[in-house]
């Protein structure tokens, strides 16, 4: 079983920038698929971006550009790099993490794992 812990979310400036983090413990992620989803305000929670196993990734398409995620297997730890912030993504981020690891499936029920979330709020 896996636990997940995100951190870095904060209060920041539309065109700011923040790294989320994801640290896992439990099972090394290596295997794992791996992804950031998030959750507004009377929102359904969605999918921001995924890295599986092999490194591949994917974003949703108003994410393309704006955000990187990547991991680090020796902290097993994933983050994700939120540049150009705008109002809009103001919600609660969450990652999560899946046992099909070849998997980048942007759907929920592909991610068996799931954090406790972090706030990120932007402000225009």
Partial sequence: QVQLLESGGGLVQAGGSLRLSCAASGRTISMYAMAWFRQAP??????????N????????????????ISRDIAKNTMYL????LEPEDTAVYYCAAGVRGS???SQLRTYDYWGQGTQVTVSS
């Fill in 42 to 51: 009377g929102k359904e929670r969605e999918f921001v971006a995924g890295i």
């Fill in 81 to 84: 790099q939120m540049n150009s």
């Fill in 53 to 68: 196993y092999a490194s591949g990734r994917t974003y949703a398409d108003s994410m393309k550009g704006r955000f990187t």
């Fill in 103 to 105: 998997s980048t499936s």
